[in-house]
């Protein structure tokens, strides 16, 4: 068990984007693996607590349901880099669509399963543009700065990371 630390915001997060390009096939190994490691991670969790809200704060089954919701925007992005866009579209930081979803409401199984599918789709897109596009930069919008397409999957692979740590932690409880 990893020792008890404050853990970080997301908000609160700073990133260095000074790493080579070179290293996107080890970021997208991150990116395809997420969908295994959550379900291996959720399905040991009894289904009572998937559900849970405490604090009017996000149950297991949103932390699911974000990540698929928020594929879609990343795939939008490829776009915006494809286009060659100065900025990247914005991300609704009220997460306005999660907190919409009813994700509680679905089947575990059935929320996995979209998890799989959207990463799926978004990680062929993301191997199937050139190295041109790979290191094509464009503007953050919230954290304005220049971000690669690299960056970029490095930086949905420590979101990915952050949402797992907080099921882990939320499974504790």
């Known amino acids: 068990m990893a020792p008890e630390l404050p853990r970080t915001k997301w908000f609160e997060r700073k990133f ?3 790493f080579p390009p070179g290293i996107f096939p080890s970021i997208m190994e991150r990116l395809r693996g997420t969908p295994a490691r959550l379900e291996e991670m959720v399905r040991s969790y009894p289904a009572g607590i998937l559900t849970i809200r405490q604090n009017d704060a996000w149950s297991i089954q949103d932390h699911i349901g974000h990540l698929t ?3 879609g925007l990343h795939d939008g992005r490829i776009d915006d880099y494809i286009a060659d866009l100065n900025t990247l579209r914005p991300a609704d930081l009220k997460n306005a669509k ?3 979803a ?4 679905r089947d575990l199984e059935d929320l996995l399963k979209m998890f799989r599918s959207a ?6 897109r993301l191997e199937s543009v050139g190295a041109e596009i790979v ?3 464009s503007i953050h919008p919230r954290l304005h700065v220049s971000m690669r397409l690299v960056d970029m999957a490095y930086f949905i692979a420590e979101h990915d990371d952050h949402h ?3 099921i882990r932690e939320l499974g504790r409880l």
């Open 69 to 71: 919701d928020l594929d």
């Open 102 to 105: 009813g994700h509680n409401k």
């Open 16 to 18: 260095d984007f000074s």
């Open 119 to 124: 990463r799926k789709h978004f990680s062929d």
């Open 164 to 166: 797992l740590a907080t």
């Open 135 to 137: 290191v094509r930069a």
């Open 98 to 100: 999660t907190w919409e």
